[in-house]
């Protein structure tokens, strides 16, 4: 195994198995195209094309987009097509920063194919001995990749609120971590990757921090979604992403854009080394 | 003007401009159009198709394609196709870390619009109100962006020599840094773009490491590429890469990249964070 894994394991996207989603003249999303016979039941919301899916005309602002894609998000869901109902809407935009067009339910994002944004926060002590990086493991009951390894705390981006705002709440959801402390985290840049599974496909662009903590804090789950922290030497941290996919996918890239940044890998010895720091921001 | 500017102007490269040229199977070249017609006179190195350039057939090897090259372009040096000779080969690869395909004068590989890779080194000074960071200014006489602002060290990559190796030379040549100083530079990443000028196109990928530098260090030039080094706080580095073309246009994507790994740009309040992130390393 080799970190590129990482990269290609991220970006295994087949856009053969799709068709796009068109809103407001953007691509927004990308649908099975197993998956397209379960839209003709909804030509109010969603015309079907041979080549293309876009949504019905006459939905034209962002209420009414909502609402259509709400009540046809709603039926599929009656009908088992999505694995849980999250609560959480997450806003569609063609990128980061531009107005939404619509809001959907974070759990029907990778049915629709739709991007989702998010914050990943890299928890790290500074030793004598080098970096220690507190490493979580997802809880076994959570619906998306129980058990899992997983940054110390990590959260999708809901519609309405700022990622600091975002990382607060996570950092006390996840990690029990004062305010205070979670706001010195400090923005080091994104990844992007295009991830297809089951549920769909994920075009999905994650904010990265680094939060660099006081030797004795220790991280306590306060929401039952992770079952336990544990802080490893990031020689441990940098052979469990290399060797194994123990890791969430998404996870993995995160560390190794933090062992990039940290200068923890070698430019000359590692051979991917181009290909890690240009795969880490692939995207779709 | 903003950051994003910068992203564009280095990424400013018209496809419809150039022919591709091919070496092996492999796209390893763009030569602009109106400049075909002097190719016609080697058919023995260059291929002429409607579409596309490629090496003649029977120049099947390393030293067949390098030497077959050498005297093409001498021919075309002797009729001033090329600004000036610099005396030092690059290696022509589809990818870092390939095989070399062949060899070409440094100063061809605009005009060829072949890949090349360089190093550059963000020299800086942690003082008790922040970072600061050496800057260098180019010599008037140098032969490429004479006068404009730079890294405290940069240098393309030759054939034959690892990064840290020319790291070690440059940061003497350029900056009378000691090799044991030098070496403590760390690998923190890459930068890739695309850029059309008059010479041709740089479709190049550079290597970034920062160096952490004692506060009594003061780089002295010895080799007469810079004019003047100054320490500058990093917010006025930052203010004028954002409101200025002063630096040479890959300096400015280097610092950026400076900027965002070391949590001196906002992700909530910069809009452009995420677009410049992927901006960085986007390349042809």
Same mark, same amino acid.
């Given at each position: 195994?080799?970190?590129?894994?990482?990269? $290609?394991?991220?970006?295994?996207?087949?856009?053969?198995?799709?068709?796009?989603?068109?809103?407001?003249?953007? =691509?927004?999303?990308?649908?099975?195209?197993?998956?397209?016979?379960?839209?003709?039941?909804?030509?109010?919301?969603?015309?079907?094309?041979?080549?293309?899916?876009?949504?019905?005309?006459?939905?034209?602002?962002?209420?009414?987009?909502?609402?259509?894609?709400?009540?046809?998000?709603?039926?599929?869901?009656? *009908?088992?097509? %999505?694995?849980?109902?999250?609560?959480? %809407?997450?806003?569609?935009?063609?990128?980061?920063?531009?107005?939404?067009?619509?809001?959907? *339910?974070?759990?029907?994002?990778?049915?629709?194919?739709?991007?989702?944004?998010?914050?990943? =926060?890299?928890?790290?002590?500074?030793?004598?001995?080098?970096?220690?990086?507190? =490493?979580?493991?997802?809880?076994?009951?959570?619906?998306?990749?129980?058990?899992?390894?997983?940054?110390?705390?990590?959260?999708?981006?809901?519609?309405?609120?700022?990622?600091?705002?975002?990382?607060?709440?996570?950092?006390? +959801?996840?990690?029990?971590?004062?305010?205070?402390?979670? $706001?010195?985290?400090?923005?080091?840049?994104?990844?992007?990757?295009?991830?297809? %599974? *089951?549920?769909?496909?994920?075009?999905?662009?994650?904010?990265?921090?680094?939060?660099?903590?006081?030797?004795?804090?220790?991280?306590?789950?306060?929401?039952? *979604?992770?079952?336990?922290?544990?802080?490893?030497?990031?020689?441990?941290?940098?052979?469990?992403? $290399?060797?194994? %996919?123990?890791?969430?996918?998404?996870?993995?890239?995160? =560390?190794?854009?933090?062992?990039? $940044?940290?200068?923890?890998?070698?430019?000359?010895? +590692?051979?991917?080394?181009?290909?890690?720091?240009?795969?880490?921001?692939?995207?779709?």
């Amino acid at each position: 195994m080799s970190f590129l894994d990482h990269i $290609r394991r991220a970006n295994n996207w087949n856009p053969g198995d799709f068709l796009s989603l068109a809103a407001a003249g953007h =691509i927004v999303g990308h649908i099975r195209c197993d998956r397209i016979d379960d839209l003709r039941a909804f030509p109010d919301t969603v015309t079907v094309s041979p080549d293309h899916l876009s949504l019905a005309p006459g939905l034209d602002d962002f209420a009414a987009r909502s609402a259509a894609m709400d009540e046809m998000l709603g039926a599929l869901r009656d *009908e088992g097509a %999505f694995p849980g109902w999250r609560g959480e %809407f997450y806003p569609v935009m063609p990128e980061w920063g531009d107005a939404p067009l619509m809001q959907v *339910e974070r759990a029907t994002c990778p049915w629709l194919g739709v991007r989702s944004w998010g914050v990943h =926060i890299n928890g790290y002590v500074r030793k004598s001995d080098g970096i220690h990086m507190w =490493i979580a493991r997802r809880a076994r009951d959570k619906q998306t990749y129980p058990g899992m390894l997983d940054n110390m705390v990590a959260g999708g981006q809901p519609i309405g609120i700022g990622l600091m705002e975002n990382i607060v709440k996570e950092c006390a +959801e996840e990690a029990a971590i004062p305010e205070d402390v979670a $706001r010195t985290a400090r923005a080091v840049g994104t990844i992007a990757y295009c991830h297809q %599974f *089951e549920d769909g496909v994920k075009p999905d662009q994650q904010f990265c921090y680094d939060l660099e903590l006081p030797a004795d804090f220790v991280p306590r789950n306060t929401d039952g *979604e992770v079952e336990s922290f544990e802080l490893w030497p990031i020689a441990r941290v940098a052979e469990t992403v $290399r060797e194994t %996919f123990e890791f969430k996918f998404n996870c993995s890239l995160v =560390i190794i854009d933090f062992l990039i $940044r940290h200068g923890l890998l070698d430019a000359d010895s +590692e051979p991917d080394y181009m290909a890690l720091c240009l795969g880490l921001r692939k995207g779709p």
